[in-house]
């Protein structure tokens, strides 16, 4: 299993962007998928995370601005009013199941740098 993370960059304060990942090799079925980020010097939290039944997670730092999608094997973070806080790497994780015989495993994108700065 991989999963091939995109959309990161540099953007200004106020403004948008969307992060990609998506999932591909032996999948059976997808539990979970979501998004973490990691600033220099702090811990990797969770951003946000949708359920295979469609259910929706966020920090509160995000409420309001970011919004977590999903088609398929594919994750999406719209992320809206971005603030100069919200400058980290950002990790995509997914829990699937290679096969029904398998319990669930989580998965770990390779990070996008997302820099929020005038």
């Known amino acids: 299993v991989q999963l091939q993370a995109s959309g990161g960059g540099l953007v200004q304060p106020g403004g948008s962007l969307r992060l990609s990942c998506a999932a591909s090799?032996?999948?059976?079925?997808?539990?979970?998928m979501g998004w973490y980020r990691q600033a220099p010097g702090k811990q990797r939290d969770l951003v946000a995370a949708i359920t295979s039944g469609g259910s929706t997670n966020y920090a509160d730092s995000v409420k309001g601005r970011f919004t977590i999608s999903r088609d398929k094997n594919t994750v999406y973070l719209q992320m809206n009013s971005l603030k100069p806080e919200d400058t980290a790497v950002y990790y995509c994780?997914?829990?699937?199941?290679?096969?029904?015989?398998?319990?669930?495993?989580?998965?770990w994108g390779q990070g996008t740098q997302l820099t929020v700065s005038s």
């Open positions: 994780n997914v829990r699937l199941q290679t096969s029904s015989l398998f319990y669930p495993t989580t998965y």
């Open positions: 090799g032996s999948i059976f079925s997808i539990n979970a």
